[in-house]
């Protein structure tokens, strides 16, 4: 088999013009992945923007093409036949022990640089969702979302299991509630 044919076959991203082969996801990653992908395609059934599931591949440029594990572009424009040329609306990054900081530094960096409104990082062994919304071109915490244990709730206090929020809004929708438990739908144990 030639090298292309061989490269043709493999899951990569191009960051800064060097090419990072992706390991295989484990099933909790696949999980929340789906679950994601099925809330997005649901609520965005019959409207404008659209919800592309993990294997996408977003060309910001020749030199960065990342393959996010959802996403929403409203933009059709930049829809071509080999993925996404452009700035998607929302992208999401589920962790894995291989990922992770790749997730955390240089895909955050890139999506921050390339305008993307929105960026979700999720945690499958915390149960954590971390958005972060792009204002004046810097990405910035808006709030993280998290699944507590009977464990866990047993030993905080009134007030704070009030603060706790289990749903929470897109900055692109008012009406597309994403529910924490949800996401996680199927893949705590």
Request: a negative charge.
């Amino acid at each position: 088999m030639s090298n292309l044919a061989y490269a043709d076959t493999l899951k990569f991203e191009r960051h800064n013009g060097k090419i990072i082969a992706m390991s295989p996801a484990y099933l909790r990653h696949n999980g929340v992945a789906f679950n994601i992908a099925v809330i997005f395609s649901k609520y965005l059934k019959g409207k404008t923007c659209r919800a592309f599931p993990d294997g996408a591949a977003v060309h910001f440029s020749e030199k960065d093409m990342l393959v996010p594990d959802a996403m929403i572009v409203c933009n059709k424009d930049i829809i071509k036949p080999n993925g996404i040329h452009g700035a998607p609306d929302l992208v999401v990054e589920v962790l894995s022990a291989t990922t992770s900081k790749r997730d955390r530094g240089y895909k955050k960096s890139a999506y921050e640089k390339y305008g993307v409104k929105e960026y979700w990082i999720i945690d499958t062994n915390s149960c954590q969702i971390e958005v972060y919304l792009l204002k004046e071109d810097r990405y910035e915490l808006d709030n993280t979302y998290s699944i507590f244990t009977n464990d866990m709730l047993e030993i905080m206090t009134d007030e704070e299991k009030a603060e706790i929020q289990m749903e929470f809004k897109t900055s692109l929708f008012d009406d597309l509630i994403i529910s924490v438990e949800e996401v996680f739908e199927d893949i705590i144990e």
